[in-house]
């Protein structure tokens, strides 16, 4: 047989099989190999995982905890993975004896990348100028490792970056416009789209917080002018009352008491001078 090196990927939680080509025939065994994905050079961590023997059609040698993870087919010698996690990433290589003691390798290096979620696409208007709009593009994906960004307007790509931004002249940003997300790695995609159908003249427009905090203090300063009127004028009310009550109370004191003549009272046998507490 002849050497060979193959690329695989797989999705996270799915099985993955990894079967050789072109083997002969006259096999005296075969050994599959594990080298963990980042060992660095001369330091390189290589397992054995399994020894066929092709001649007496048995398995003489395998890992702990083999049948757990791995399948073996004893037909075309092929490797599987039960449930693919990301550690099980790394080159795993068949060396397969033939009987004169030739030794072939076929080597697969292997990527477990989980499925990409659903992206949320976003899209932010900015008035420029000379008639044009600035449109922010924002696309948004969790577990974001790994993974290859395309934006599109329509069909066609204008981006191969997650954020983007670009003008566009309000004329045609008040039409409708789509943009689609696209976010993929070798095994799955997912995409969003956005329909935009209206330009920067209809943004909402940022609150401005100084006016609000000019009509607060202007409230304030006429509440206090009030509050400072109404302390003035019930003083002044209340100065005037005293002034008027001291004088009330000196001139009945001045004033002489009236006895009625005789042991028989007429009707008008006195006459009282009232004089109103306070004026309303």
């Not at 990301?86 to 033939?98: A, F, H, P, V």
């Not at 009987?99 to 899209?123: A, Y």
């Not at 917080?209 to 109404?230: D, M, N, R």
Request: net charge positive; charged share 20%.
């Amino acid at each position: 047989c002849s050497d060979s090196s193959e690329d695989v990927a797989g999705i996270s939680g799915n099985p993955l099989w990894l079967r050789p080509s072109n083997i002969q025939t006259k096999i005296l065994y075969v050994e599959w190999k594990k080298t963990q994905l980042g060992s660095p050079g001369n330091n390189k961590k290589i397992e054995l995982l399994v020894r066929y023997n092709h001649n007496k059609k048995k398995i003489s040698k395998i890992s702990n905890g083999f049948n757990k993870t791995y399948d073996f087919n004893d037909v075309d010698f092929a490797l599987g993975i039960k449930s693919a996690k990301l550690q099980d990433s790394g080159q795993y290589e068949l060396e397969i004896t033939n009987h004169s003691g030739k030794v072939c390798s076929k080597k697969f290096q292997i990527l477990v990348f989980d499925r990409v979620e659903k992206p949320h696409l976003r899209g932010q208007w900015k008035a420029w100028a000379e008639g044009m709009c600035q449109l922010s593009l924002y696309c948004l994906v969790p577990r974001d490792e790994n993974v290859s960004y395309s934006l599109y307007r329509g069909s066609k790509l204008i981006s191969e970056i997650r954020n983007f931004t670009h003008l566009v002249n309000k004329t045609e940003a008040r039409s409708l416009l789509t943009y689609t997300c696209n976010v993929s790695n070798k095994v799955s995609w997912e995409s969003d789209t956005l329909n935009i159908t209206q330009g920067c003249q209809s943004a909402p427009q940022k609150f401005s917080f100084l006016p609000f905090v000019v009509i607060i203090v202007i409230l304030v300063i006429l509440l206090l002018g009030a509050i400072t009127c109404f302390c003035v004028w019930d003083k002044k009310r209340k100065s005037h009352r005293d002034q008027y009550m001291s004088h009330h109370s000196s001139v009945q004191e001045q004033m002489p008491e009236q006895k009625p003549s005789g042991d028989g009272g007429t009707i008008y046998s006195m006459v009282q001078y009232k004089v109103p507490l306070w004026p309303l």
